[in-house]
């Protein structure tokens, strides 16, 4: 009875890579698949717990061996999940945006509210809110890249099964069903079929150019969420590329909706610092 036992559950164990790859390529094949598919990834990149706080280092390196760093603290919350967001960055680095801040209230599925305040002349400035694709704080990032782009604003169609470093993926293009709503024409995504990470994106020009590429150089578990805490963007058009490192990453720390306030812009909160 006992040898039974051992032999099923070995089976079983057996079994279950099969049965995860099975999943992956039901949910991706089937209508709609795909795009659920790109969702659970945009929920694992951008809304793991229910709010965050990071120290980001940024690297703009250019061809010529020029570089720049941008050093800034990054909380987020979700208002909720898969849905509005709100984000709340205050600058370190270099010491011409020391101590400037930026809020953002993020509507996946309309123009965000945003709200800059300069020290030096002591201003709140409201922000465009179609600046969603406007390069964050002149990296090779945009807005849009680092609080991202609603998975409904694009078609997603599976491409093929393949594999990234070793790793089971399936890569998605996605074409935005407004053109005006993206400065790509189409983009491709890597996308782990285990827990679901972005481990590399391509966007192409409307004209069919390969123009921007993304790829997730770090990955580790932080509190049970698979956590990308090196990122790289390069434009191979320009030369230029930008390297994120994202430490000191905390979740579920109950920042609180004051945290998120035009308030804040002028006197940020002590939950930045902790």
């Given at each position: ?9 070995s089976?079983v ?28 990834s ?15 280092t940024?690297?703009?390196?250019s ?9 800034l ?48 002349i ?11 694709r ?92 698979p ?48």
């Open positions: 009875m006992a040898k039974r036992c051992f032999v099923w559950l089976a164990v057996l079994l279950f890579p099969l049965i995860g790859g099975l999943f992956s390529r039901a949910l991706a094949g089937t209508p709609g698949g795909a795009e659920e598919f790109m969702r659970r945009a929920m694992v990149q951008f809304y793991s717990g229910n709010d965050m706080r990071a120290k980001v940024m690297r703009l390196l061809k010529e061996g020029g570089e720049r760093v941008r050093e603290i990054m909380t987020r919350r979700n208002v909720k999940a898969g849905g509005d967001q709100k984000y709340f960055i205050l600058f370190l680095q270099p010491a011409d945006v020391r101590d400037m801040t930026f809020l953002v209230w993020k509507y996946p599925l309309k123009d965000s509210d945003r709200w800059l305040y300069i020290p030096a002591k201003l709140v400035k409201r922000i465009a809110a179609n600046d969603k406007s390069s964050f704080v002149g990296s090779d990032f945009s807005y849009e890249d680092v609080s991202g782009r609603a998975v409904e604003e694009d078609n997603h169609t599976l491409l093929r099964e393949d594999k990234y470093g070793g790793i089971e993926i399936l890569v998605i293009k996605s074409v935005p069903k407004d053109e005006k709503s993206a400065d790509f024409g189409y983009k491709v995504s890597w996308i782990d079929k285990g827990n679901f990470v972005l481990w590399k994106e391509e966007y192409y020009d409307k004209r069919g150019a390969l123009f921007k590429v993304f790829t997730a150089d770090e990955v580790k578990p932080i509190q049970g969420f956590t990308t805490v090196k990122r790289t963007m390069k434009n191979v058009q320009t030369g230029h590329w930008t390297e994120a490192a994202y430490g000191e990453v905390k979740y579920n720390l109950g920042l609180t909706d004051g945290v998120f306030t035009e308030r804040s812009l002028r006197n940020p909160p002590k939950e930045l610092a902790r």
